[in-house]
């Protein structure tokens, strides 16, 4: 028996990295998974890689989660296809990183509409469901550089707003059987992150190791250590903890 027989599990922004990861973990657990990728092609793709259990199934649906028709589309494609919502896992994200006075409306925006807006949008199309069932989990991916990070004003903002709405979501939506949480990754070793080394000119496995270095546990994180946390925080385990946000970083903000 899994954790997550007979749930339906809702990733978004998981045809790659930290997404696919918890994606991979649910379906590891007994979930049926809908995958949600503004690619819908990747997002298909990546559904058939999951290691589904006991007759789980999987999905993968392409939609733009910053639009809210997109969004309601998407869960209900999810309720008709796997029957029904029980989870959901605000992850997709995108970097538009600059030093403030090189930043664009532009960069702010899609920053803001993908990581805030989209948790918005998402969070709202599922609640219907889990406010009538009287039940739901909910985990958004906030970030270290919620604390403030040079060249990303936008996805710093963003992502300690995350951390906000988290803590109203709580207080909001507790009465009604549902638990919202939040987890902030630290360095996390994905084709993001890789993009970043690119960017400052870095070879990957020398900027994952300064990174390394630079916290208390001396290795940077994979995909799996923050599907791990957020399988945890979607556990009915998890049922008395709600509002929180999870610092998974390897100790890096200890200092």
């Known amino acids: 028996m899994g954790r997550f027989d007979g749930r339906v599990a809702v990733v978004t922004g998981a045809a790659r990295g930290i997404g696919f990861g918890t994606a ?5 657990e007994g979930a049926s998974v809908a995958i949600i990728d503004l690619d819908e ?22 939609a733009d989660v910053s639009n809210g028709e997109s969004v309601d589309a998407a869960v209900e494609r999810v309720v008709t296809e796997l029957g029904g919502i029980h989870i959901l896992v605000n992850n997709a ?25 989209g948790a918005f949008l998402m969070t709202k199309a599922a609640q219907k469901h889990f406010v009538e069932q009287k039940y739901g989990k909910i985990v958004n991916l906030s970030s270290v550089s919620a604390l403030g990070n040079r060249g ?7 992502k300690m707003g995350v951390q906000g709405f988290t ?7 507790g009465p009604f059987g549902i638990n919202a949480n939040a ?23 020398e900027f994952r190791k300064l990174n390394a270095e630079a916290n208390p546990v001396r290795r940077v994180g994979f995909p799996e250590d923050i599907a791990a946390a957020v ?4 556990s009915d385990e998890a049922s008395y903890i709600t509002g929180q946000t999870l610092y998974v970083d390897g100790g890096a903000k200890l200092g």
């Open 24 to 28: 991979t973990r649910f379906a590891e």
């Open 41 to 62: 092609s990747a997002a298909a793709e990546a559904a058939g890689r999951l290691p589904l259990v006991d007759g789980a199934k999987a999905v993968g649906i392409g």
């Open 93 to 117: 994200g995108i970097t538009r990183d600059n030093l403030l006075f090189k930043m664009t409306e532009q960069d702010w925006d899609l920053v803001m509409g993908v990581h805030l807006k």
């Open 152 to 158: 990303q004003a936008n996805y710093s903002a963003a």
């Open 167 to 173: 803590r109203t979501l709580g207080i909001e939506l």
């Open 183 to 205: 987890i902030a990754p630290g360095f996390i070793a994905t084709e993001m992150t890789d993009a970043t080394a690119a960017r400052l000119k870095m070879d990957v496995e």
């Open 231 to 234: 399988a945890f925080l979607a």
